[in-house]
């Protein structure tokens, strides 16, 4: 029941989103059959205490450009918020690459090796440090 | 509006509009080395950000100067980006299945009409509190001491739901699975279990209530499994499922993540990892200073108050000690009330600096089978933090 009630105020948030940002949306009978509901919803919320819906709001990061950036946008953030970057110390480029290698790995993120490389980059980029051995010292502004 | 699935959306309409809508809601730029920065989520006051999506929110440690944690500042730690936002509580239910001979389907109503209520005061802790003091560092989240609480929880024991489904013979493992989703579905869904024996223990139980009020949506609302003296991991949030197994349960939240090396304290060398891992269990000993706060300026000349919370995964705290030199001489500080075994308990002791300067303050919490913090501890997943508590202030 909560996927369904989250699917009907994503649906309105859409509907929203394209008549607030002037996009002409071609909606489907479906989609605004979700709409028309999820405006039901809403007053069964207000007047139904047994639904009970929060919004989460979002305050994510932003980050400048560089070598990587879209495969970070595409393949990372996606899953989770940019702030699981931002929150971690600076890190060597080795540890990052095993941070990347386990979301691939071990959490089931669809990363291919090349964008893997390049992630690496990109994470070393906003929040690296040297390598101890044979990471170029200054290249990423430690 | 649900993030995911907007991105899930969004994303079938090519590269270039997901990043669009990335911009979007990017509202704050990125600052590395900012700060905490404090947040405010629904139901919850404000909170240290750590990540906003999934949520994970710290508490500011002032809020411990209360014996419970205010719901609203109880941390928040969620592991899959699909969290539960929408609760029906007229559709809503806790399915039992599995090795039983009685499936159940139970709404919250069931549960507080036709079980006998329990209560229990018991600390949640997340596994990596404090993972921020690690050296050298280690990824995750970045906890200082916030990512732990006290709360008194009511509910209905999951021995009193298991009995209600008539276990089966055989039965070794009971896994709960709660409404948050994965974002891909490569993505292990979060599930934990507990054995059959443990589950059954009369203690682990499920809140339906927190501190007499229901659970903030993102603290599991409508009910969360309460695991006493076991580290939050376990502490499985919205809970929709429990299913008994007649074999051992096995998924990736168990066989690969949250485990500690199989050593004394969860601790390994950097330099030599352990071979061997367990799933991580019971609480250590530890204790946490309250006030001063780290940095904090106090006063020379006149009494100021040293307060903390001590606690441990059931044995009850027995002493803390406090040392105002730097760890050189100890003294006993003053136990507050007893609020039950599972419960923090509060520790005080008086202290006068002579002088203006800096000092080190340290606190050593001792439990009822003579176990305490360690002297220095490390391992990889930045787990189990038990190192003798200290902060560095200063008089004037």
Same mark, same amino acid.
């Given at each position: ?13 859409? *509907? ?59 393949? $990372? /953030?996606? $899953? ?63 | ?20 809508? $990335? ?20 139901? %919850? ?19 411990? @100067? ?8 109880? *941390? ?15 559709? *809503? ?32 802790? $997340?596994?990596?509190?404090? &993972?921020?003091? =690690? ?16 709360? %008194? ?5 999951? %021995? ?15 896994? =709960? ?12 869904? *979060? ?8 589950? @059954? ?63 004394? +304290? ?5 330099? +030599? ?7 991580? +269990?019971? =609480? ?26 001590? =606690? ?21 500080? &003053? ?19 002579? +002088? &203006? ?35 560095? /202030?200063?008089?004037?």
């Amino acid at each position: 029941m909560r996927n369904k009630t989250a699917r009907l105020f994503q649906t309105a948030a859409i *509907f929203a989103l394209g008549v607030g940002g002037g996009t002409k949306l071609n909606l489907t009978p479906q989609l605004k059959r979700d709409a028309s509901q999820a405006t039901q919803v809403v007053h069964q919320r207000v007047d139904n205490e047994s639904v009970h819906t929060i919004t989460l709001p979002h305050d994510e990061p932003l980050f400048g450009p560089g070598p990587g950036r879209e495969e970070f946008i595409t393949a $990372c /953030v996606v $899953c989770h918020s940019p702030r699981y970057i931002t929150m971690q110390p600076r890190f060597p480029r080795s540890t990052w690459l095993s941070e990347v290698k386990k979301m691939k790995d071990v959490y089931g993120a669809h990363i291919s090796d090349e964008q893997a490389a390049k992630i690496t980059d990109y994470l070393v980029s906003i929040n690296g440090k040297a390598d101890a051995g044979n990471a170029p010292r200054g290249t990423y502004g430690e | 509006m649900d993030r995911r699935e907007f991105l899930q959306l969004i994303g079938a309409t090519g590269a270039a509009a997901l990043t669009a809508s $990335c911009n979007r809601f990017n509202s704050v730029s990125g600052a590395l080395s900012s700060p905490a920065n404090l947040v405010r989520f629904p139901e %919850k006051t404000e909170m240290i950000l750590l990540t906003d999506r999934p949520p994970q929110l710290e508490t500011p440690i002032h809020y411990f @100067r209360q014996d419970l944690t205010p719901n609203e500042a109880f *941390f928040v730690r969620w592991h899959l980006e699909g969290i539960p936002t929408s609760v029906d509580l007229r559709t *809503f239910r806790l399915n039992v299945s599995g090795h039983v001979r009685k499936p159940l389907q139970l709404s919250v109503d069931d549960l507080r009409s036709h079980f006998e209520p329990v209560s229990i005061i018991a600390v949640n802790q $997340c596994s990596g509190n404090s &993972r921020s003091f =690690f050296e050298p560092r280690v990824p995750g989240g970045q906890w200082k001491n916030g990512a732990v609480g006290n709360a %008194k929880w009511t509910g209905v024991s999951v %021995k009193s739901i298991l009995d209600r489904a008539q276990v089966k013979a055989g039965a070794v493992d009971v896994s =709960f699975n709660g409404l948050d989703v994965p974002p891909l579905p490569s993505v292990s869904d *979060f599930v934990k279990a507990l054995s059959i024996d443990h589950a @059954r223990n009369g203690e682990v139980m499920i809140a339906y209530a927190m501190n007499d009020h229901s659970l903030p949506m993102v603290n599991g609302f409508p009910l969360r499994l309460v695991v006493p003296g076991w580290y939050g991991t376990y502490w499985v949030k919205a809970l929709s499922d429990i299913t008994v197994l007649p074999q051992a349960f096995s998924n990736f939240w168990t066989d690969k993540a949250y485990r500690i090396p199989n050593a004394p +304290n969860g601790t390994e060398d950097p330099k +030599n990892l352990a071979k061997g891992t367990i799933p991580i +269990n019971r =609480f250590n000993v530890r204790s946490i200073f309250v006030r001063p706060e780290p940095d904090q300026t106090v006063h020379s000349g006149i009494p100021n108050e040293l307060e903390g919370v001590a =606690f441990d995964s059931g044995n009850g705290i027995r002493r803390v000690e406090v040392s105002t030199d730097g760890g050189v001489t100890w003294a006993d500080s &003053r136990l507050g009330p007893e609020l039950g075994k599972y419960s923090w308990r509060r520790w005080r002791a008086s202290w006068t600096p002579k +002088n &203006r300067g800096h000092y080190r303050l340290m606190a050593r919490a001792t439990n009822g089978i003579g176990e305490t913090q360690s002297t220095a501890q490390w391992n990889r997943s930045g787990f189990m933090w038990n190192v003798i508590e200290q902060i560095d /202030v200063s008089a004037v």
